[in-house]
């Protein structure tokens, strides 16, 4: 029998930490705790994304303020508002959200975030960081899977681990989490041979693939645990994960659903990186 991870409820408890942490912070220092969230252009899914960031501020007490920019902003114009930014006391946190228009250079506007404001864990600098295994700020929706893995009492340590997907912002960062959590890891992408023998392998399954019901049975082995990153609609226009879930559950241990796995976890975590970033900011000077 398998057990569903509800991220929702570890959602909702880890919120209420987070707000506690957040209320904590403002009687001992007497101020807000800031996050900019910055969006170009006109992107639905953005648009939607970023509603719902600001939102999530709103509920655990951290000040948001949105800066909303035209799709045919210069280059130099989001420079010099990041750059503003990064020089203000009164922001603890600075979210860039992608995609950018075409024409922008995001890794360079994304470098003008400093290090310790940098709450999406996106810069080469945290990159790094996470890579040495340093104490940094991480990726939100990795680090969501990680901080579920943990509160569900999952054993890490020793166990193999497969992630499918090896981008940027899920698939390499999630790597190098379970990396560093002591795990033997393999990362999977577009080009691995013999992918079904080798998530067989997992007792610890990963999907960030962004293809419906990718995953299935066959490719699953008995009482693994299974994260499933996905977000896509099925032929029926259902949102549906990576993994094949109907067929699926019944072989895992654990399996997250979608929706309500890991998708309510990524925005907790980017007010868990906020507070994080603010309480460190009071520890450095
Ligand atoms: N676009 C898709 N996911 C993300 C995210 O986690 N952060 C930002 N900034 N942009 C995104």
């Given at each position: 029998m398998y057990k569903l991870i509800d991220g929702k409820a570890h959602s909702r408890a880890l919120r209420q930490e987070i707000a506690e942490g957040v209320a904590q912070y403002k009687k001992n220092y007497g101020k807000d705790i800031g996050l900019a969230v910055v969006l170009i252009g006109d992107d639905g899914a953005s648009q939607v994304y970023v509603r719902n960031k600001i939102k999530g501020c709103g509920e655990v007490g951290i000040k948001s303020y949105a800066h909303y920019l035209p799709a045919d902003t210069t280059q130099s114009q989001a420079e010099e508002l990041v750059g503003g930014l990064a020089a203000?006391?009164?922001?603890h946190g600075i979210l860039v959200q992608l995609p950018l228009p075409a024409g922008l250079d995001a890794q360079k506007i994304l470098s003008l975030i400093p290090v310790e404001k940098d709450v999406d864990g996106f810069s080469e600098s945290n990159i790094g960081n996470l890579c040495l295994n340093n104490n940094c700020l991480v990726a939100c929706t990795p680090n969501g899977v990680m901080k579920m893995l943990e509160r569900e009492g999952i054993q890490i340590n020793g166990k193999n681990a497969v992630v499918v997907g090896r981008s940027n912002i899920v698939g390499k960062p999630m790597a190098m989490l379970l990396l560093n959590a002591d795990a033997t890891v393999t990362v999977c992408h577009s080009?691995?041979?013999?992918l079904k023998e080798i998530c067989s392998s997992a007792d610890i399954l990963v999907a960030a693939?962004?293809?419906?019901?990718?995953?299935?049975?066959?490719m699953v082995k008995d009482d693994a645990v299974v994260i499933d990153v996905g977000m896509n609609r099925d032929e029926n226009g259902k949102l549906c994960g990576d993994v094949d879930f109907e067929n699926v559950k019944d072989k895992c241990s654990y399996i997250t659903p979608?929706?309500?796995?890991v998708g309510p976890m990524t925005i907790t975590m980017l007010l868990y990186n906020t507070l994080a970033a603010a309480q460190r900011s009071v520890q450095i000077g």
């Open positions: 203000d006391p009164a922001i080009k691995t041979r013999n693939i962004g293809r419906a019901k990718y995953i299935t049975a066959d979608v929706p309500g796995g």
